[in-house]
């Protein structure tokens, strides 16, 4: 980041952790049953820029009430106009700030054979409980944008603290999964 702003860009930093727990990389292949995002060289949980940028999109679209020139300024034209246009904003990984907190977390489908296309939802069926990994609570992350220009990143700055606070990011935010308490310092 410093490497950035040492060629002029400006750099906000954001740094948050979920208000309970959070998962990301939850459908991607894995040796376990149930998959999670590590870094691949160095191990560590994080969080990628693509989730976060179209995290912060869609809180521009649904709630910030963005018009389709200040959508386009920050993210780019979208893949319809053909345009080969970048957005003016970057986002970058978010990562741990010191050792992430790991925490055992459970799904317990009931309806397996319903899920499986063979049979109809009964109550006779078994749950089968499916172990994942979850991030926890006093994991704090740090999330960076960068942009040449102050007032796009400000945009841009603040869609991403609305998906963070409100939308949530990753796995099962409709559970309560990815919601963070952000802090700007």
């Known amino acids: 980041l ?21 998962i990301f990389g939850l459908g991607g292949a894995s040796p376990l049953e149930v998959s999670f995002t590590f870094h691949k060289p160095l191990g560590f949980p994080f969080i990628p820029a693509s989730g ?3 995290a912060a999109r869609a809180y521009a679209e649904l709630v910030g009430n963005a018009s389709e020139t200040e959508i386009a300024e920050v993210f780019g034209p979208e893949p319809k106009a053909r345009k ?17 907190q790991l925490e ?16 109809p939802p009964a109550d006779y069926h078994d749950p089968v409980p499916i172990p994942f990994v979850s991030v926890g609570s006093k994991s704090l992350f740090l999330f960076a944008l960068a942009s040449s220009e102050e007032r796009v990143l400000s945009k841009a700055t603040k869609w991403l603290k609305g998906a963070l606070a409100e939308l ?8 309560g999964y990815g919601v963070f308490k952000v802090e700007e310092s």
């Open 2 to 22: 410093k490497g950035f702003e040492g060629q002029g860009f400006k750099v906000k930093r954001l740094w948050a952790h979920p208000k309970w727990r959070a």
């Open 52 to 54: 976060l940028k179209g």
């Open 84 to 100: 080969h246009d970048q957005g003016r904003v970057i986002f970058f990984d978010a990562t741990p700030v010191g050792p992430p």
């Open 104 to 119: 055992g977390d459970v799904m317990n489908p009931h309806y397996g054979p319903y899920y499986q296309g063979k049979e």
């Open 168 to 175: 949530g990011i990753g796995a099962k935010t409709s559970a």
